[in-house]
């Protein structure tokens, strides 16, 4: 799966990771989409290294979608750990 896959993928991971943690973020939409993106290249090389897992052959693997998913969540409670009151 090449670099472009991977960024539509962290766009849609952002997307359902913001839909599985609704709130203010601090960063707004557009950092909730950076947030997706890193978490999706997060999400694939944690899997490819950790789990012996490689998630980079196919766009409709379910592996592939669930690792950029849970590396997208990840970051999004890390961000909100660190900057989520910024906006109080």
Known sequence: MGVIAWLVLGLLAGAIAKAVLPGRDPGGCVGTTVIGIAGAFLGGWLSAR??????????????TWGSAVAGALVLLIAYRLLFGNSRD
Do not use: G, Y
């Open 50 to 63: 950790l789990l012996d897992r490689p998630v980079e052959r196919h766009f409709f693997d379910l592996a």
